[in-house]
């Protein structure tokens, strides 16, 4: 199959999967007593109709191909970013410092994600843009938690715009073989989280009863865990013919990826603990914010990224 086969048989199959899930939800909700609602159902109902909006963006974005796809996670990026400073102790020295991060940070490294310029789009935030943001803190000579505004700044840069930079950053990927057809690694990459973000919780519904980590994230238990990350590594696995993997390494990489996914979500919920909050926006009914729904995405891209490039991609060194 060409690459628009693909994509037409991998997006026909999520719609049915939404399909099926959208019809349960109804018929759940249908039983229940009108003055007797059900948390757990409406729950449900309300991450399904978010999961159809989702999955329709992101399929117009496919559709347009690389410059669709580096145009969403750009302005994912920009609205991530912008959940994080919300919730950080910025002050009024900080606006330079922001005023760059926002329309000169974000535009430029999806720029040369488009550019396919590794050696900059690589270092620019973890390097440049690291050394940037103090300096223009400093001239506005706020002190005041000065070390705590600027990490929390440069934080919001990884994690929104460097490490989601990585999804559309596959495209860029040189596979012999796979030529023309590195836009199904978004697919794989993006499939294998989110499954892995929903088979924990319907695990964790199902027989989850060891808590991980109760005063992070009270919802994930451990058999959640297990159960959401073994599912994630068989979905990966029946996913190997949209990618240049064999059966046994599109396991291994959608273990790691959905272990990545996992990890991040627990240091995403830190974050947010310690702001005082439950989730990072209300963008998405159901999910919360954007980063509620990328937590797993921004960690796992980056590390699959640079196991793709270091094994598939011929590179020869990261």
């Known amino acids: 199959m060409n690459p628009l086969e693909e994509l037409i048989v991998v997006f026909g199959s999520i719609a049915l999967i939404l399909v099926i899930a959208t019809l349960i939800g109804r018929t759940l909700a249908a039983r229940q007593l009108p003055d007797s609602p059900n948390a757990v159902i409406d729950n449900l109902n309300a991450r399904i109709n978010a999961w159809w909006a989702m999955v329709a963006l992101l399929g117009l974005a496919f559709l347009f ?33 922001l005023l760059v991060a926002f329309f000169v940070v974000v535009p430029l490294q999806y720029y040369l994600i488009a550019d396919r310029w590794y ?4 270092i620019f935030i973890p390097v440049y843009v690291f050394l940037l943001m103090p300096i223009l803190s400093a ?24 490490c989601l930079s ?9 596979i012999p073989g796979f030529e023309n ?10 499939i294998v989280t989110q499954s892995s973000d929903v088979m924990q919780y319907v695990w964790g519904k199902l027989i989850g009863g060891h808590k991980i980590a109760p005063r992070l994230s009270p919802s994930k238990t451990l058999e959640g865990f297990a159960g959401g990350v ?25 273990l790691i990826v959905a272990l990545m996914g996992f990890l991040g979500g627990l240091v995403m919920s830190a974050i947010k603990r310690d702001r005082g909050v439950k989730d990072w926006g209300w963008s998405i009914q159901g999910h919360g914010g954007i980063l509620d729904r990328l937590d797993s995405v921004v960690f ?14 011929g590179s020869g060194a990261l």
């Open 65 to 97: 191909g690389e410059t669709g796809v580096i145009v969403l996670f750009g302005l994912l990026s920009f609205a991530g970013l912008r959940e994080f400073i919300t919730l950080t102790r910025t002050r009024s020295g900080d606006y330079w410092a």
């Open 119 to 122: 050696g900059l789009y690589s």
């Open 139 to 162: 001239f506005r000579a706020e002190t005041t938690d000065f070390l705590e505004r600027v990490a929390e700044i440069q934080w919001g840069l990884m994690l929104a715009v460097f």
């Open 166 to 174: 990585h999804v559309p950053a596959l495209l860029s990927l040189e």
């Open 181 to 190: 057809q590195q836009i199904m690694l978004i697919a794989y990459l993006v």
């Open 230 to 254: 073994l599912s994630a590594a068989a979905i990966g696995a029946m996913l190997w013919w949209i990618t240049p993997f064999t059966v046994i390494e599109s396991a291994v990489l959608a």
């Open 300 to 313: 796992a891209a980056p590390v699959f990224f640079h196991i793709v490039r270091f094994w598939w991609a």
